[in-house]
């Protein structure tokens, strides 16, 4: 069959809207393509190649871009009679040669005037996206710019992940072309999608995340402990995102709680579940733990009971029968969980705050006393909570002298970590992220003593490059730590570790998904530019590093990923660790916007541990105590 009859058969009975994508290198017979199924389907997005014809159609200049003799009269016959239908990049990857050591740009199309167009741009995804979310079938072939060099990867793989989400939600997505084909499956994204071969499409097996109610069994102190007709006391950290309409966005930390309290129930025990939401200052129905209750139920597979005061759930913990879960009340609706006094006035005196800080403490002690009443044993499974003297925390372990213990969750969190940072094959990766240098030098600082790289990505690094006399324009960076910075390089080469930083970046001439961007040298962005992202050639570093590291920790993002356009340092990242995973190095990835960034681009099953906790993570790899897990080890509360 040719592209054409390919492309026909796919299109036979399809529902609409049809949305095609044609790319790759051959112009010729995509031209001939669009040209024959134009009639039948709704949109047809341009990449690859395939753009040069057409920009050329529409008196855009294509710079050094080959174009094939014909083609850009034929573009001209297609747009004439496409009725709107025909979708061209608005931003495109520049390079001065089609190779990738070569010098590149971010321009929009309508700016090129020399050089290469390699790839579709940050704002060409997000159109084409939509599109493709959008159809209620998807026909691609074609890669959407030079994918087999990993800086003009960035738009197939984008391109894959919103195929891949629109799958999941309905969408029927058809292949073909071995490169489009090869992309999909390197990346992991093929699940329910329909790939043409030998003529016939054939369905890829739907990829489903599997939890197992299995918990490990090297050492995990609840292994040890029967369960059977107790009531226990578990602190829990379902501290997870609600959008505006209390549905949760991501919930990590509910299915990684899952082993601990099926093993409680399988023991024949009942649960009382502890947890905090937010940061609320008094009762607020936006951090009310019961609207996670129908979720947790889910996840558990038995109904869970609500009590809607901590203080006042007597009745419901004594009635609560073995194989039954309560969820109490959001912890922090009540100032005595951090003992901190609420509500007083800014002018007031000394004495005022010490007297409100004396009468806390005392009311305190009687709320750990309510909510100890509740169990027969207490399990600390919050290590996001771990570094926090709270009274669900610490002080409520010492009514269970002799039956406090740890759950799965903060067994495995410490296990995993302890493999990174004491028996961690070399060399070991440090990667740092995140938008300030002030938040994370004792982890740096810890970290440079027992890793061999330590790779700094963010606005953390702007910090290092104007230390070291770069020009980093409005880019974000402390004055006070630049002494910090330069004692952290000195540190790097008295230790020998290799510290590595970014050498390109992209700028936005102002902090926003719309700005205009441009690609620059770290040390010379522009005044009035700030760095927003890693450039193609760090990634490129930073990725050959990731992939020859045997064990790895990554901390913070690389640049401002929550917007799209700023997103590829972030993802780039994460996909070498999921390759290096695969290589056989051991991956740990921690801090909420890391495990964020992993649930963003489908990849958060592609590593060896994704740590639930925040704070607490970076507090044990700076090798301070954490009272949450002294509780359980020391009668000393």
Same mark, same amino acid.
């Given at each position: 069959?040719?592209?054409?009859?390919?492309?026909?058969?796919?299109?036979?009975?399809?529902?609409?809207?049809?949305?095609?994508?044609?790319?790759?290198?051959?112009?010729?017979?995509?031209?001939?393509?669009?040209?024959?199924?134009?009639?039948?389907?709704?949109?047809?997005?341009?990449?690859?190649?395939?753009?040069?014809?057409? $920009?050329? @159609?529409? %008196?855009?200049?294509? +710079?050094?871009?080959?174009?094939? =003799? *014909?083609?850009?009269? #034929? &573009?001209?016959?297609?747009?004439?009679?496409?009725?709107?239908?025909?979708?061209?990049?608005?931003?495109?990857?520049?390079?001065?040669?089609?190779?990738?050591?070569?010098?590149?740009?971010?321009?929009?199309?309508?700016?090129?005037?020399?050089?290469?167009?390699?790839?579709?741009?940050?704002?060409?995804?997000?159109?084409?996206?939509?599109?493709?979310?959008?159809?209620?079938?998807?026909?691609?072939?074609?890669?959407?710019?030079?994918?087999?060099?990993?800086?003009?990867?960035?738009?197939?793989?984008?391109?894959?992940? $919103?195929? @891949?989400? %629109?799958?999941?939600? +309905?969408?029927?997505?058809?292949? =073909? *072309?071995?490169?489009? #084909? &090869?992309?999909?499956?390197?990346?992991?994204?093929?699940?329910?999608?329909?790939?043409?071969?030998?003529?016939?499409?054939?369905?890829?097996?739907?990829?489903?995340?599997?939890?197992?109610?299995?918990?490990?069994?090297?050492?995990?102190?609840?292994?040890?402990?029967?369960?059977?007709?107790?009531?226990?006391?578990?602190?829990?950290?379902?501290?997870?995102?609600?959008?505006?309409?209390?549905?949760?966005?991501?919930?990590?930390?509910?299915?990684?709680?899952?082993?601990?309290?099926?093993?409680?129930?399988?023991?024949?025990?009942?649960?009382?579940?502890?947890?905090?939401?937010?940061?609320?200052?008094?009762?607020?129905?936006?951090?009310?733990?019961?609207?996670?209750?129908?979720?947790?139920?889910?996840?558990?597979?038995?109904?869970?009971?609500?009590?809607?005061?901590?203080?006042?759930?007597?009745?419901?913990?004594?009635?609560?029968?073995?194989?039954?879960?309560?969820?109490?009340?959001?912890?922090?609706?009540?100032?005595?969980?951090?003992?901190?006094?609420?509500?007083?006035?800014?002018?007031?005196?000394?004495?005022?705050?010490?007297?409100?800080?004396?009468a806390i403490k005392e009311s305190q002690k009687e709320f750990v006393k309510t909510l100890a009443s509740y169990g027969d044993c207490y399990v600390n499974d919050a290590f996001g909570t771990a570094h926090r003297a709270h009274a669900s925390t610490y002080y409520v372990a010492k009514y269970f002298p002799k039956d406090k213990m740890l759950g799965y969750l903060v067994e495995n969190e410490v296990n995993n970590i302890n493999k990174v940072l004491t028996t961690g094959e070399k060399p070991v990766t440090a990667i740092v992220g995140g938008s300030k240098i002030s938040t994370k030098i004792d982890i740096i600082k810890s970290l440079i003593t027992k890793v061999d790289n330590l790779i700094v990505g963010g606005g953390i690094s702007y910090t290092f490059i104007k230390a070291m006399g770069g020009n980093i324009g409005r880019s974000l960076a402390e004055d006070d730590c630049i002494p910090i910075a330069n004692e952290i390089l000195d540190m790097a080469k008295k230790l020998n570790v290799n510290l590595y930083l970014p050498v390109d970046c992209m700028i936005g001439d102002k902090f926003d998904n719309e700005a205009n961007i441009h690609m620059a040298d770290v040390r010379n962005v522009p005044d009035g530019w700030e760095g927003m992202d890693m450039g193609v050639k760090t990634i490129q570093r930073y990725t050959e590093v990731i992939e020859n590291s045997k064990t790895i920790l990554w901390n913070g993002p690389m640049g401002v990923f929550e917007m799209e356009h700023f997103s590829n340092g972030t993802m780039k990242v994460a996909l070498a660790v999921c390759r290096a995973t695969e290589l056989g190095a051991f991956t740990l990835v921690g801090g909420g916007d890391s495990i964020a960034a992993l649930n963003k681009f489908n990849l958060s099953e592609k590593i060896s541990y994704a740590s639930t906790a925040g704070g607490a993570l970076l507090e044990y790899i700076e090798g301070k105590e954490l009272p949450g897990l002294k509780a359980i080890s020391s009668d000393e509360i």
């Open positions: 069959m040719d592209k054409c009859n390919n492309l026909k058969m796919m299109l036979q009975n399809v529902e609409h809207p049809v949305t095609v994508l044609l790319g790759g290198d051959k112009i010729k017979e995509q031209l001939e393509a669009i040209d024959g199924i134009l009639e039948g389907v709704d949109n047809v997005l341009v990449a690859g190649a395939v753009i040069a014809p057409f $920009a050329k @159609a529409s %008196g855009l200049n294509v +710079g050094d871009s080959p174009v094939c =003799d *014909g083609c850009v009269a #034929k &573009a001209k016959e297609i747009l004439a009679k496409a009725a709107g239908k025909i979708c061209m990049p608005v931003d495109c990857y520049i390079a001065d040669k089609p190779e990738n050591d070569s010098n590149i740009s971010h321009l929009e199309l309508k700016d090129v005037q020399n050089g290469f167009i390699m790839d579709i741009g940050v704002k060409t995804v997000d159109i084409f996206a939509e599109k493709i979310e959008g159809a209620k079938t998807f026909v691609w072939n074609g890669t959407l710019g030079h994918s087999e060099m990993p800086h003009f990867a960035y738009g197939t793989y984008k391109t894959a992940l $919103a195929a @891949a989400r %629109g799958t999941a939600n +309905g969408l029927k997505t058809m292949v =073909d *072309g071995d490169d489009t #084909k &090869a992309a999909i499956l390197r990346y992991g994204l093929e699940g329910g999608m329909f790939f043409l071969e030998d003529g016939k499409l054939m369905k890829k097996a739907e990829r489903k995340v599997v939890h197992t109610d299995e918990a490990p069994k090297d050492g995990y102190t609840i292994d040890q402990y029967n369960f059977n007709g107790k009531k226990v006391l578990l602190r829990v950290d379902f501290n997870v995102p609600l959008d505006e309409n209390f549905n949760i966005t991501d919930d990590t930390r509910i299915v990684c709680e899952v082993p601990t309290i099926k093993k409680i129930l399988k023991d024949g025990g009942a649960v009382i579940i502890m947890s905090h939401l937010g940061r609320p200052k008094k009762v607020d129905n936006k951090f009310s733990l019961k609207h996670i209750v129908k979720h947790v139920s889910e996840c558990l597979g038995v109904p869970v009971q609500f009590a809607d005061d901590c203080q006042k759930a007597q009745a419901q913990a004594a009635a609560l029968k073995s194989g039954e879960v309560l969820l109490l009340e959001n912890l922090r609706f009540y100032a005595e969980e951090e003992g901190k006094p609420r509500g007083l006035a800014d002018d007031a005196t000394d004495e005022e705050k010490k007297a409100a800080k004396a």
